[in-house]
Structure formats: C-alpha cells, structure tokens
C-alpha cells in the first residue's frame, strides 16, 4: 500500500523564519535530523543520533558551527565529521554522521534527502511570481497532517473536491458539472478546470470590484513530484476573454503547497499564497484564516482516510474518472523511488 | 486464544432513542458502519467508508434516505448502491456499499452481521415481559468495556462472583454457599442458584415492604449466545413457596444485558432493566445508580483481566466448578462462528 | 539488541517504607508481583493473576497473610498455595501462583527472580558504611526511567558524562581530562578518575569548611552487576594526601543506584546517599534536590537514546576509550544471564 520514498528530491524542511542559531528538529522520509543556521546564515541539517551511544545531538550545544553532544561532548562540524571526541588525541575516523545538503528558496529551507552527488541548488523550486513585485506574499502555517503525504497530493490535483469539502470558502454555490483536463509535462501534472460566467467565491470577495459582473474562474492544479502542488486559480469578468488568455484584469492567486512526508503516515503541509494585489494586512488576515479554515476542512477528510487505510481488511475500491491527475502523480513517484539512491 | 466472531447473529447496535436523521457511527465486530434512520423511520446501516477513497460516509451528507460522500459526492442509497458518480452520466456498477440489515425491538436498533439472506427479524430477541404492562422499564446505559466480550459473558453467566465483587449492590452479607446449577437448552444455557431464608440485597430496599421478614432469592442467568444475557431474580417472603413457583407476591426483576462485541478487547454493554412495579422516578433513578455501580465493578475486574490475557506469556489456568456454564455458553459461541457465513 | 535477563540476581522491589498491609504491585523482568507486609513483618510478592481468571490478586483483599481473589474468591497463601476455591471442598492441587523470595537490605525489598532453591538472602547487597554510625542517610525517590536498564547501568559507569551532563551539580567548571580507570572483580565493575586540586563541586558545598583552599575529588563507580551501582565520592583538601589513601578529613558520599528493570524500555531507579556527616533537615534536603536534579538530567538523556534505539533502523556505532567499563558491566550480565534458570 505505501509507496517508496523518492529519495533524490529536494523537500521542504522548514520555514527559513524558524531556522536560525538554536538547535532544532525535523523528521523527514522517517529521518529525524537535527537543523541549525550556521554564523556564515547557510543551514545545517544532521542526522539527530550521535554514534557513540544515539544521543539526540539536538540534546547538545552550538558551539560556532560545529554540534557538541550532550552526553560525552563529542563534536561535529557541519559536513557531520567528528572534530572531538574526549579523551582522545584525535576522533575516530569512522566517528562520522549523515549531513543533508540543504538549500532556501520561497521562505522554505530544502532538504536533498539522496545522494548528495545528485544535489543540485539549481533545481530547488522557485516560482516566478515570488520575485515579481506585483505580486504579494501571504506565508501561511506548518499544518500537520496525519496522513500519507500521496493522499494530500492527491486532493491537490484534484479541482472536483472543492464543492463538497469546501463549501464556504472555495466553492462557489452549486454544483460545478464543468469538465476537468489534465496532462503529465515531465515530472508535472498539471490538471484543470474553467468555471464560466459565476459568481465570484467567498475567497475572492473584496480583492476586486467586478461591479457585482460574473466572472469566468480557473483552477490550474501544477503537481510537481513529490512534494509540491501550485494552484493557479483566479477570476475576470465575463466576457473579457480569460479563456482565451487576456488575464489584464483579473484577480489572480498562486497557493503553494509545499509538503514534506515525515513517515508513511504523517506529513506536513506548508502553504504560501501569491496574489496579484498588494500586501494589505487585514485584507490578508482574512485571507489566510479562510484558507487555514479549508486547509483544515481537507486535513479531517484526509485524517478519516488515513484510518480506515490502516484498517487490517481488504477494500474493493471504485476508479473515477476524476483520479486520472492522481494516478500519473503517482506513477511519477514511483519512477523518482525507482530512480533514487538513499 | 480469541474466539472467531459469530457472523450470522443479531447483535445490538445503538439505542433507538440515539439514531435519528444525522448520521452516526457504530463499530462491529471490527466494520465501522454508518447508521442513520431513513424518512420512513427504518435504520440504514453501511460500510462506513465510501469505495473511492475510503473517506468515511458519516462524515458527508443526508439526503433523503440516501449518503453523499464528503470528498467527492458519491452517493448511496441505503441498500448500499451507488445511485450517483460526480462527473460521470451513471455510477460504476462497481460502485457499492456493503449494507446491514437492521431491525428494532426492546428499545434497540439490532443489526446482522452475516449473509443478509439468512437475516429474520422474527428471530429478534424480546422479552415477553417487555410488552407486560405490570412491568416498568430502567434503561440503563452503554458501558464501554474494554475486554473481550466472552468474558463479559462469563461474568453475565456466573452467579458466584457476586458476593465478591457487588458487596454493596448485589450481594447479601456473608457468603453464599448454596448449590449452583446450569444446562444447556438449545443455543441458549440457563445457570441458577437459591438462597433460602435470607435477608434482602441492598438493591431490593423499598421496593417492597416484607415486613423486614427474611425472602428467598432467587437468580436464573439465560445467556442467549452469542449477545445476550437476561438475569431473571427476585424475592419473595420465605416460606410463601417461591421454589416451589409461587411468586404471586414478590419483587422480580430481570436485568437485560445487550452486548456489542467490537473487536476482540472491547465491547458496550448496553443495558436495561424490567420490574414488577410501576415506573417511579426517585425508585428507579436509585436503581439505575445502584446497578451502573455494580457494572463499572464487573467492568473494572474484566478490563484488568483482559491486561493480563495481553500479556504475551503462558499462564498456567485452573477450572472450577463454576465454569461450567461459561465453557458450555463458549462452545455455542464456537458452532455459531463455525456455522457462519460472513 | 535486547540483553536477556539474569533471572539468578537479588532485584530491588520496593522502598521498604513502601510496602505494608495494603495489596501493592511492582512489575519486575516483565512480570507482574503483588506485594504485601505479612502479620509477621516479612514481606511476599506474588505472581498478579489468579490462575482460574487471571484477574489480578492486587484487586482483592488481604485475609491475614493470605490474599483472596477479588472475583471469585480463590485465596492463595503467602508461598502461592490456593488454601480456598468457592464452591469445592478442596482448591485443586494445581491452583498455585508463582511465589518469589524477598529480602530487605538498606531500606530496600528484594526480590530473587530466578530458581527460588538459588535464593540466598546473604547475598542481599548491604554497603557496610550503612550500619556505620558516623554516616548518615538521604533516601530518595524510586524514579522511573523509560530506558533499558543497562543503559542507564552504562551510565552509571561512566565518569566522563558529567561534565556535559550535569553543568550546575556534580561538575566543577572546566573540562576534566583527567584519566579514567576500569578494571573487572568478579561480577563487579569499578571505574574511577581522580581530580587534583580544583574548585569544590556544587553538591559539596557547605557541607564542610575547607575555607576557599582547592580540593582533590575522586568518583569511585562500583558496579555490582546487574542492577546496583555505588559510587563513592569525595573531597579532601589538597596536597593533604587522598590519592595515597589519607581521608581523615574529607567529605565522602555514596550514592547507591538500586535499578529495577522493569521491561526492556523502562526501569525504575531507586537512589539513596551515605554521607559522612550528621543528618540535617536542611542539609539533606538541598542534597536530595540537587541529586533529583541531576538523575533527571541523565533520564532525559537516557529516554532519547532509547527512542532512537527504538526506531527500525541500522546505526553505525563508534566506540570510544570509555566505553570499556560499559562493555565489561554488560559481559559480566550476559554470563550471569547464560547461567540462570528462570
């Protein structure tokens, strides 16, 4: 039922915000690492077990860039080899811990979680719109989830959810019978839906004035494997031809989800969202507990899954049309694990 | 050491007064199911998790008599069949929930939980004296129990544990040495014992006055594998011939005991109780305190066993006497569950 | 990675202030004993389960020196003999629990989990300096700790930790690199390290007027295998000649460790303190602070190594200089393991 980790990835750790000169911890692909920023402001990330006896390095002291462990004092540099260890001349050779090459990107710290060889800074993702000015940056939360993280990803390539698990803040009223298109680019899919001549959802409302006009809405769902979903979704009046591309006129938003798999069964959902108006702080107030709110309404859904997936019995499972999105992301993570070299 | 379950029984599933028109959840011999009462004013039990992606359909929407699912609005009706696919012009004829039948007596919504073909209401169980206008009805409660239910079956066929543990409910000072017997009629063992000439148990006090002369008391224990115990017990007056079947004059009382085996460590025991004399506010609330204390007693002794049984080691067991019905009532449990078509 | 038990060994239960004429539990090698104070003041630990139910004898009442079951009243004496059984004339001749010999030593219940014909109560650990009138004693806690036991044995062997461990209590400011000494005597380990002319420790002070001079400090670690540590401990004035055995006028301390294994994740730690000086109230009760603070920082230490023992994961180990009093202690374990009958 679980599937391999892709291991040759970079993936979200932590908030940049929250990584500074305390020792730290996170747990990523089942690996508890111990993070810190060292004084040069690059981030460290070590495995959290000491080899002499496992003591938690996250137990012990920052001196300089270098971690001192709790219990007998070795210490390791930031590439993770021992430096000191007491009472002897010199460490052992073998004294050596796992370090995780990092990067920053978007407010987030990366973790190349593979072969360090096949690390490549380049590749960390970066949207374009996040160094546009005309864009504003709303950060949102660390959301833990208690779910495999292919579920969530699942529910972010999926636009037909939205009306039944969402209904006061991202759906519109009714139904939405309007047919969804998706296709692989690369190790993308990207999967979408128009909405034509509606009325604007609750989270629109006050970004624009469209004078009460309906508006056409788009959802573009962009699921880069393993671990990161770009919802591209916005509204224009009707009749100005954003289904034809002339998007001058229209609210337009970028959530990004970015979700590290802490274990088979638990991940954790970090989101951003880049609108196309200026950063206003209660206009995003309200914006960010409106999509903390249907963040959540998805976390209970995917939580309930989740138990009944660990449920020792044997389901027979129904195929939709609408898991087509899912099953290419899918069959995509499976290549990068079968690819990968932890 | 765990006894298969029994699959082509009824077995107690909620109080009726809990099941109305919102949607709730019972678990079953390890089903969860999702239990609603429909605008007719049946009960529909379901599989509680939609074949999609196993998202629970008690956490969607009631419409009409029929489950649309939270996540992407599948629809059953209450025999299970998917009657709607969003997206889709029909349902995959795949699409399909496994349905309980469901019938109520006693004041109890019970449920089949094995080959529905083999399912007959008639066969329900319902005391006679349930419909006796003479008798008043105590509904007790639903205790959760976190033990197999076999050994709340033992205990509900053992009439020897009581002076130890219901020293301040059920039992009568010193102990209670007379004869206990049992037999085997049908599915069902009956295990009884007398005490002659004795003085009344604390939870017969002031619900009939003998003058403070002593009674006979008797207890007839009817366990009707697998689920149901009725303990038929009373007073009356010494010497006015209640062995012989003269009971016009006495207090009796028959304590109901309807089990729900949830997995192998727990069960609820719900409860109720009929009396000889009319329904009275303060006389039954007193009952009710009195016996929810005797049953938390069992509850605590059964629970702490169960512990014990946990344990992965080998215990060296004795058998007594008193075992015999319990062995008896355990063997139809087992032709039951070999008999069964789950 | 489990070491098996050595069932042949004289085990702490309980603080003998402790136990009385009440029905107690201890869990001992995984094992669950009731325990209790007999009429005559010795005290007998019981297998926790009656063999007919396997209810806990703990739940029932003590009838002189005998316990009766709380469900049905089976009654077993103090060796483990059913001496009743409801309802026969006789209890059956293999009613019987498990009955463990006990001894006390030190304000401490001990008890022989292996074959009782081996128990030898002469064997009981008793430090002369208890009986020695110059010392007095501070009886601590019983504090649990969720680690195997020889984890915290390692520890307990260990000089080398405090300076890391325990900053603000048994250190003295600065590194210790002085060296460390181990070697073998029988089924016991000593490790020591001595400190030539450095400051008083934090736990030392007050208690004797050194009048500011520097003192040296040595740290005796004797380890009796498999579940005591004594470490002796003390200060004399510098250059008044400790190291060649001249302790006329010195602070000295034993800080005894009494480890209960409990299961292969927790066990419990019961410490207490000679020391060579007059009780006082006040005195004693800064000492026993300072120590709880102590032994609390080693078990937040000891509880995450076990979590990452825990995890289902290969770890490469280095090994260091001192470790060799760990390796030791734990041989001398495993022998005494390979030769015990439980």
Chains 1, 2, 3 share one sequence.
Not at 46 to 63: E, F, I, K
Not at 288 to 293: A, W
Request: charged fraction near 25%; hydrophobic fraction near 35%; include cysteine.
């Amino acid at each position: 039922m679980n599937a391999a980790f892709a291991y040759d990835a970079w993936y979200p750790l932590a908030w940049s915000r929250d990584v500074g000169r305390e020792l730290t911890t996170r747990r990523v692909l089942e690996e508890d690492l111990v993070v810190y920023r060292t004084e040069g402001g690059s981030v460290a990330a070590l495995d959290d077990a000491c080899p002499h006896r496992l003591a938690p390095l996250s137990l012990g002291t920052l001196r300089g860039d270098a971690v001192e462990c709790g219990y007998h004092g070795l210490t390791f540099d930031c590439s993770g080899s021992c430096v000191s260890a007491p009472g002897m001349p010199r460490p052992p050779l073998s004294a050596q811990v796992r370090s995780y090459p990092t990067s920053e990107s978007m407010g987030m710290v990366w973790v190349w979680m593979g072969d360090p060889r096949r690390a490549d800074p380049a590749q960390v993702f970066r949207l374009p719109q996040y160094d546009d000015p005309t864009y504003s940056v709303v950060e949102g939360d660390a959301l833990p989830v208690q779910a495999n993280y292919l579920s969530l990803a699942d529910n972010l390539c999926d636009p037909t959810h939205v009306v039944y698990v969402h209904k006061t803040t991202l759906a519109s009223a009714g139904r939405e019978e309007t047919r969804v298109q998706h296709e692989r680019q690369g190790n993308k899919v990207v999967t979408w839906r128009w909405v034509i001549d509606g009325p604007l959802i609750p989270v629109f409302q006050g970004l624009k004035d469209f004078g009460g006009a309906n508006v056409d809405r788009w959802h573009y769902y962009h699921y880069h494997a393993p671990c990161i979903a770009v919802i591209d979704f916005g509204s224009a009046r009707t009749g100005t031809g954003a289904p034809e591309g002339n998007r001058d006129d229209c609210i337009q938003m970028y959530a990004c989800h970015f979700i590290t798999p802490i274990d088979q069964r638990s991940c954790m959902q970090h989101w951003l969202v880049l609108k196309n108006s200026p950063a206003d702080p209660a206009v995003d107030a309200r914006l960010r507990d409106s999509l903390r709110l249907a963040f959540n309404e998805d976390k209970r859904v995917l939580e309930a899954i989740q138990r009944n997936e660990d449920k020792p019995r044997e389901w027979k499972r129904v195929h939709l049309a609408l898991d087509g999105s899912s099953i290419k992301m899918r069959r995509i993570v499976e290549e990068m694990a079968a690819s990968s070299s932890a």
